[in-house]
């Protein structure tokens, strides 16, 4: 058991060791500076103080609860690449029912946006994607990349002069009622009480997952999905319902944007959660728990890199190529067997002859 | 505004095809891909590194076509790379395109931030030329549509033909094909199927870096960071519309090109162009659920082979 934990951590770690190295040559070469200066200035950008943490802890939020989603479609061998598009479908339906309910008592309003806004992610990740998967096969890759892109020009409709601009001419919605924000943690930061939500919800799918019928349901899908057929499960109903509930957490994280941070919706209000969400799933090895450690990590290496680009001038897009090296150090497994099995047989062969097998 | 009157507009037409290139060259090198069963997702990330480094090349030469090939270089080696990680490391090829594609967005932005900084690419980076072709050019309506192109436009119908016959007309193609159907049935036919993948990707890379290229020093003669926008993934799509084969890939991006030119055209009417934009997703999504006519990928599209020797 604890080898098995220390090999789901020691990849990932080893991916981000070799990453941060790859970027420090880049550093090295194209700024000519010290790299450890410079992810020194990152690192305390990130963790260094109560504010800057409080910033990365904004960020992580969304990334725990859209990367919670993916992770479930990933556990039931689901590629849900189109987590953005729900995010911002529970960020519209958030929006919309945010200023336009009025007079609803906080403990009302919030808990109504939130299940609207799980319903609405879970219906456009699941129906179409997850219906179409199950009935005619379609790969959900492309069919959830397509609902992403149809829900990106439909906020656009909306806001770029359609039925939710505000007043004036900026492509805005109005601001959502003050009964529909979540309060500040922290003063002087966007830091809110989605951070509740967000552990809540970790919790509730680690139950869902390792402690229910259904969860185990859904892994056995992932597993070996002949064998969950053979065991007389209802497949199909199980890739609906995965595809569904990964949607209606990215629902969730979009809702949870809106009310804690962003109060209206934009053009560009999410700086792409739930692509980094993927990220966040994959390096979680999609464990609930892991997702909160991945989330905080990769949240810290985007709020950390702005604080690098003020220290050492060195731009903070760095972040991202060091995320891309992360993940494909991860992708190539099969490496790392490759060498292991390089180093024990290199071993075997020092032994003196007859030694063991 | 009338709407006969946008129809009837040359420009609509001519755009549309202009606006079908950068879709249509990726998403003929994703049927080559795909056909020798590997996904690329990485078109997207391929296209901006490509865009960026004939941007570079072209402004520090002085010389588009110099730009254009070290564009092609580029994409070919970082397709060579995804290559050997799908074919020699059986990575999961989803994960590797996005790595790929989170890599290519990184490192442009950051090196456009390095090199060019705040002001950009140099105002006189040399673009591809536009052809004029001498008889078709006093053909009304039909001159003004296929006249006076980017040079691009004329290189990706010649690719168009080439790649149809390559594909289904030679030995090489045949072998391609097998392999993204049936690797184990290649391999006892004797194909070198990691060859094959290989060679699939490759021809992806180089094809997808066209199509970026020509956005930066084709359409344009600068860069931007992610001024891919989203092509690749549209390549993808119209790949599938196109049943994987290279017409069909570039009908069916004459498709989005369409109603990319459509909805700046119909910027000063009612009708939103955000809606009009919607429209090649939905037909997509319409198309892979087999309304119109199923399309079907590669029966080994996708899964990793390991060879058995």
């Known amino acids: 058991m604890v080898k098995k934990v220390l090999q789901s951590i020691l990849m990932p770690l080893i991916a981000i060791f070799i990453s941060m190295i790859v970027g420090g040559i880049v550093i090295l070469i194209t700024a000519k500076q010290n790299p450890i200066y410079a992810y020194l200035a990152l690192f305390s950008g990130a963790y260094g103080n109560l504010m800057n943490f409080a910033t990365t802890l904004t960020n992580a939020i969304p990334l725990i609860i859209t990367g919670l989603g993916v992770a479930i479609a990933f556990s039931s061998g689901l590629f849900n690449i189109g987590a953005e598009g729900q995010f911002w479908i529970g960020a519209i339906v958030a929006t919309y029912l945010g200023y336009q309910i009025k007079g609803l008592p906080w403990f009302l309003h919030i808990p109504l946006i939130i299940v609207c806004a799980m319903i609405a992610g879970a219906l456009w990740g699941g129906v179409v994607p997850g219906l179409a998967k199950v009935y005619t096969g379609a790969h959900e890759v492309i069919t959830t990349m397509m609902m992403s892109y149809i829900a990106i020009y439909f906020s656009h409709y909306l806001l770029e002069g359609g039925p939710m601009m505000d007043k004036g001419t900026i492509p805005q919605s109005p601001v959502i009622q003050n009964s529909a924000k979540l309060n500040t943690l922290v003063p ?170 | 505004m009338n709407i006969l009157s946008i129809f009837a507009n040359p420009y609509l037409w001519a755009s549309t095809v202009a606006m079908a290139v950068p879709l249509a060259l990726p998403a003929i090198g994703g049927t080559f891909s795909e056909r020798a069963g590997v996904v690329n997702i990485s078109m997207e990330g391929i296209m901006l590194i490509s865009a960026f480094v004939s941007v570079a090349f072209s402004a520090y030469f002085h010389n588009a076509w110099l730009g254009l090939l070290a564009g092609v270089i ?201 809606i009009i934009m919607m429209l090649p997703y939905v037909v997509t999504i319409l198309a892979l659920i087999g309304i119109g006519g199923k399309s079907v990928a590669p029966a080994a599209d996708g899964i990793p082979y390991r060879p058995k020797k």
């Open chain 1, 188 to 357: 002087n930061t966007q830091l809110s009480s989605g951070l509740f939500i967000a552990i809540l919800a970790v919790v509730v799918v680690y139950i869902l997952m390792y402690k229910t019928t259904l969860g185990y349901e859904l892994r056995a899908v992932g597993f070996n999905i002949k064998a969950a057929k053979y065991a007389g499960m209802n497949v199909a109903q199980k890739l609906v319902l995965a595809m569904g509930l990964s949607g209606a957490f990215a629902g969730l994280a979009g809702a949870v944007q809106i009310m804690g941070v962003q109060y209206r919706l934009y053009d560009s209000f999410t700086s792409g959660y739930g692509y980094t969400a993927i990220v966040v799933a994959l390096l979680a090895n999609n464990n609930p728990i892991g997702v909160v450690i991945a989330a905080l990590f990769l949240a810290g290496l985007s709020t950390g890199a702005q604080e690098m680009q003020m220290q050492t001038n060195i731009s903070g897009q760095l972040a991202d190529v060091v995320v891309g090296l992360i993940i494909f150090f991860i992708a190539i497994e099969e490496l790392y067997r490759i060498i292991m099995e390089k180093i024990r047989t290199g071993k075997t062969k020092l032994q003196p002859v007859g030694g063991q097998e």
């Open chain 2, 74 to 274: 580029s994409g070919i080696l970082v397709a060579y790379v995804f290559a050997w990680a799908a074919a020699k490391m059986y990575a999961n090829q989803i994960v590797l395109g996005m790595a790929f594609n989170i890599f290519a967005s990184g490192i442009t932005a950051y090196l456009f931030n390095a090199i060019y900084g705040p002001e950009g690419t140099p105002f006189d980076t040399p673009k591809l030329p536009d052809v004029r072709i001498p008889i078709i050019d006093k053909v009304p309506v039909i001159g003004q549509i296929l006249s006076g192109q980017n040079v691009m436009v004329y290189i990706m119908f010649v690719l168009i033909i080439l790649s149809q016959w390559f594909l289904f007309k030679t030995t090489i193609g045949l072998r391609l094909r097998a392999v993204g159907e049936n690797p184990e049935a290649a391999e006892t036919a004797g194909i070198d199927v990691v060859k094959m993948k290989y060679l699939g990707v490759i021809l992806g890379g180089a094809f997808s870096a066209l199509g970026g290229a020509y956005l930066s020093i084709g359409v344009l003669n600068s860069f931007s960071p992610e001024m891919s926008s989203g092509r690749g993934y549209i390549a993808l799509a119209a790949m599938i519309f196109g049943k994987w084969t290279p017409v069909g890939s570039f009908l069916a991006s004459l498709l989005f090109g369409f109603a990319t030119a459509l909805s700046y055209t119909l910027q000063e009417s009612s009708i939103s162009k955000n």
